[in-house]
């Protein structure tokens, strides 16, 4: 079964900063995009960040500028820079898939804790 698993969420205070990896585990897939989501406890699950398979990137208007969302193609493997973090930021991080065909995001992660203190 595909399967994401995210890396690299921890602790951190505001202003700093932190890097998700995302990597499948099991059978691959084909997508057309990549993707990161975030949810804080109460909260809907929101869009952060996208990436095409040529390149195209998308930011949420509240991430811009200090979020950057890109993959390494030779690892197979998703990141999310994240600098000048704060704490509205403190969210369950998703790594999420697109496959091809499909027009939403489907392929999903367990999540990873990103909690950034004042």
């Known amino acids: 079964q595909v399967q994401l698993v995210e890396s690299g969420g921890g602790l951190v205070q505001a202003g700093g900063s932190l890097r998700l990896s995302c990597a499948p585990s099991?059978?691959?897939?084909?997508?057309?995009?990549m993707g990161w989501y975030r949810q804080a406890p109460g909260n809907k699950r929101e869009l952060v960040a996208t990436?095409?398979?040529?390149?195209?990137?998308n930011y949420a208007d509240s991430v811009k500028g200090r979020f950057t969302i890109s993959r390494d193609n030779a690892k197979n493997t998703l990141y999310l820079q994240m600098n000048s973090l704060k704490p509205e930021d403190t969210a369950v991080y998703y790594c999420?898939?697109?496959?091809?065909?499909?027009?939403?995001?489907?392929?999903w992660g367990q999540g990873t804790q990103v909690t950034v203190s004042s």
């Open positions: 999420a898939g697109r496959r091809v065909g499909v027009r939403s995001f489907d392929v």
């Open positions: 099991g059978r691959l897939f084909s997508s057309d995009a």
């Open positions: 990436i095409t398979t040529g390149g195209i990137t």
